[in-house]
């Protein structure tokens, strides 16, 4: 069978590949040409990047270089084409590694070629398959093993597939009507990723359909149902049925899980059922349950009010007066989808938000780029790693704490504040003569200090329209039909929008997770949820968190990295317990208090837990911060790769 990466067979003609070839990324390109040629010299010459930068494609090449590529990649497709487009031969390690590097024009150390090599998968083999079962007693464990999967979002999904290919059986639940989690329920105008969408994808599953480079919530939520359709889970689930609690049974060595059917509203309708599982797996985000903070007032509003998560499309935003309390990633994305449409807007933002330069973040796919990923041996590949690397780990450094640093409000460490200094002249480069506003929209705490947001512009654009006022000041309280801020001004609206975020830091809340002893989950973490690897935790058997505690992404990579990271690894557990004939496995209590403790020292030195920056949806009351990871990308990678039987307790 055909590496599914070398590019589908093609008789383009030659106008139409130069066509396609002035929209692609030419080293991207450079790299496709190596396959094709099996000649290394492509990328050994004076034709090549001369830096990569997030979401820079280009490598800063000029466009004289540019064009000399093309016309020379023109011969080699050309030649490849007539020759019946075959499969490329395999290169070697070294040049593949040597091929990175060029990318990236930087070295791309040992540690991580593993992991890109997997993540790369130039030889067609999906490294995250799970094992076959050795004998047919094995595969007849695994048939009797089932699992319940809390939640169909990117994660529930991922497990359903792997669950599939294990042969182990599986029921998902999942209280909305339909497959994507985040990307089912944020319908807001302007509701798109801030990671490039050849990167945000399941690594397994790329798609040269993308029609924006950061695709909006409907072509996400389109992604997902295509794949969910392609692996036939769909009839796994349980769709509008939500857990409300996974109680451990001690005699049985199984969970027992009690669901509800809901309504769009989340309100019960039916009966309360119990499934039976002996192993369950949460996958149910941490950015899932919307928070509205407790303003004064709050019932008092007489128009409608929706949190951005629960987007009213019934309300007509036409000629309103509109209020958008809150200003994080959302609101960002929210203010300059509406802006044309209300006749005014109010934006209440409490903190100011740090922005990354990003000028292509609205970019449409061009068809050129469209087709070189389908047809071009392993084009679509390097394009991924391209994204990848510069989003990898390097978010960590500017990140670290150097505590000799002087004037920490301002920066916390010299790369923090060369940070500082991008994104401030990034900003005032757009607003240039309104000091008030740049007083404004600048932040008064280190970069990055929170998740950093992509910017094109268009916030600042927003800002500075006669009908938007950006107001900094407190909200005292809300009345009928304005809110009132601290100083006494009344801020009349007919709409609220509620851009206030998630219950973060509330870990599988309000799901009630009894384990062995009755012990409940959300009493045994308080506000400090803890699991061993983000996965698993000690007195509570066969339970596996996704997106667990201590695995939120703040500095770089995505999500659905992280979710490859945690099922590769759940699918061993499950084996393990399935095919070793266990009837339970737990971490042993020293190896999560080990994670913990290097998770809090990690985190303690990082930016996000200075008490510079005030307010952050990563920290408990306490100020302390539990769900995000301080550790690198690519050692999560490598300790999620092979688990460890000597890490557990088995009964
Ligand atoms: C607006 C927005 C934009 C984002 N953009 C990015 C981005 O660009 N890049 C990035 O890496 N991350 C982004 N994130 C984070 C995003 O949440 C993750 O990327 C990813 O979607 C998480 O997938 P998940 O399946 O783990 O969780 P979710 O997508 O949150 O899915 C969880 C699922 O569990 C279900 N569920 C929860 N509780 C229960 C229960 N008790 N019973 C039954 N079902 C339940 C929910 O209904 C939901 O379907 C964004 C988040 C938001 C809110
Ligand atoms: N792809 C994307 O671009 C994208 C889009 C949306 C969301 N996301 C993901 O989702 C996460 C959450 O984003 P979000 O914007 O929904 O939430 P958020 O970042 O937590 O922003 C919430 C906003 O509400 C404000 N707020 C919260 N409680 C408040 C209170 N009591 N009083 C006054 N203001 C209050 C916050 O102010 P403070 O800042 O002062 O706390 C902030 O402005 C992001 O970090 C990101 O991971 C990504």
Redesign the pocket.
Same mark, same amino acid.
């Given at each position: 069978m055909r590496n599914p990466h070398a590019g589908a067979p093609f008789d383009t003609s030659d106008e139409e590949i130069a066509a396609a070839l002035e929209d692609v990324s030419i080293p991207t390109l450079m790299l496709s040409m190596v396959h094709m040629t099996g000649d290394p010299s492509i990328i050994r010459g004076d034709l090549r990047p001369v830096a990569s930068f997030l979401n820079e494609v280009q490598g800063f090449m000029s466009d004289e270089d540019k064009a000399e590529v093309r016309a020379r990649a023109l011969d080699v497709i050309r030649y490849y084409r007539d020759r019946g487009c075959p499969e490329p031969e395999p290169l070697s390690a070294e040049l593949v590694h040597e091929m990175m590097q060029w990318l990236v024009v930087e070295e791309v150390g040992d540690e991580y070629v593993p992991m890109m090599l997997a993540d790369l998968e130039l030889d067609g083999v999906d490294r995250d398959l799970p094992e076959a079962p050795t004998d047919p007693a094995a595969a007849d464990a695994r048939a009797e093993f089932p699992v319940v999967v !809390? %939640?169909?979002?990117?994660?529930?999904l991922l497990a359903g597939i792997r669950l599939q290919e294990a042969g182990i059986p599986f029921t998902i639940?999942?209280?909305?009507a339909g497959v994507?989690?985040?990307?089912?329920?944020?319908t807001y105008p302007g509701?798109r990723?801030?990671?490039g969408n050849h990167f945000?994808c399941y690594s397994f599953e790329p798609s040269d359909h993308w029609s924006e480079f950061f695709a909006q919530q409907p072509e996400l939520q389109a992604y997902f149902q295509g794949v969910m359709d392609k692996y036939g889970i769909g009839e796994h689930v349980r769709w509008s049925?939500?857990?409300?609690s996974v109680t451990w049974q001690e005699g049985s060595a199984t969970w027992d899980v009690v669901v509800q059917p809901v309504d769009a509203k989340g309100e019960p309708v039916g009966e309360p059922e119990t499934l039976r599982a002996r192993a369950v797996i949460t996958? !149910? %985000?941490?950015?899932?349950r919307p928070s509205i903070p407790d303003i004064p007032g709050r019932d008092e509003f007489a128009g409608p009010n929706f949190h951005t998560?629960r987007w009213d499309h019934s309300v007509d935003l036409t000629g309103k007066r509109v209020a958008m309390i809150g200003a994080g990633?959302?609101g960002f994305q929210v203010a300059p989808a509406i802006c044309e449409q209300v006749e005014h807007l109010t934006v209440f933002q409490r903190s100011a938000q740090w922005m990354f330069p990003n000028p292509n973040y609205h970019e449409k796919v061009g068809p050129g780029v469209r087709w070189a990923l389908r047809h071009l041996p392993f084009y679509g590949r390097w394009y991924r790693f391209l994204l990848f690397w510069p989003g990898c780990d390097k978010g960590l450094e500017p990140a670290r704490v150097d505590p000799d640093y002087p004037d920490q409000q301002r920066a916390v460490s010299e790369l923090s504040d060369g940070a500082r200094a991008v994104f401030t002249d990034w900003i005032v480069g757009q607003l240039g003569d309104d000091p008030d506003l740049v007083a404004k929209v600048v932040p008064d705490y280190p970069a990055t200090g929170k998740r950093t947001l992509q910017d094109n512009g268009s916030w600042l654009r927003t800002l500075t329209r006669d009908d938007v006022e950006l107001v900094r000041t407190p909200i005292d309280h809300l009345e009928s039909d304005a809110a009132v801020t601290v100083d006494g001004v009344r801020h009349e609206c007919d709409v609220i929008i509620w851009a206030t975020g998630?219950h973060h830091t509330r870990v599988l809340w309000p799901?009630d997770i009894v384990g062995r002893g009755g012990q409940h989950l959300s009493e045994v973490w308080g506000e400090r949820p803890a699991a061993y690897l983000g996965m698993t935790v000690p007195d509570f058997p066969n339970l596996f968190l996704?997106?667990g505690p201590g695995t939120h992404?703040a500095h770089g990579a995505?999500?659905?990295f992280n979710?490859e990271c945690q099922m590769h690894y759940i699918s061993q557990c499950l084996e393990e317990l399935a095919d070793g004939g266990h009837r339970t496995m737990e971490p042993l209590p020293e190896k999560l208090e080990d994670w913990h403790r290097r998770h809090q020292e990690e985190m303690s030195m990082l930016v996000w837990s200075q008490p510079s920056i005030e307010h952050s949806y990563f920290k408990n009351s306490a100020g302390e911060i539990h769900t995000v990871m301080p550790f690198r990308v690519v050692d999560y990678w490598h300790w999620t790769r092979q688990m460890d039987p000597a890490d557990y307790t088995f009964g």
């Open positions: !809390v %939640g169909c979002g990117q994660s529930g639940v999942e209280k909305n994507g989690g985040t990307w089912w329920e944020n509701a990723v801030d990671v945000y049925t939500e857990v409300r996958a !149910v %985000g941490q950015l899932n998560a990633a959302t998630f799901i996704m997106y992404l995505s999500l659905i979710s």
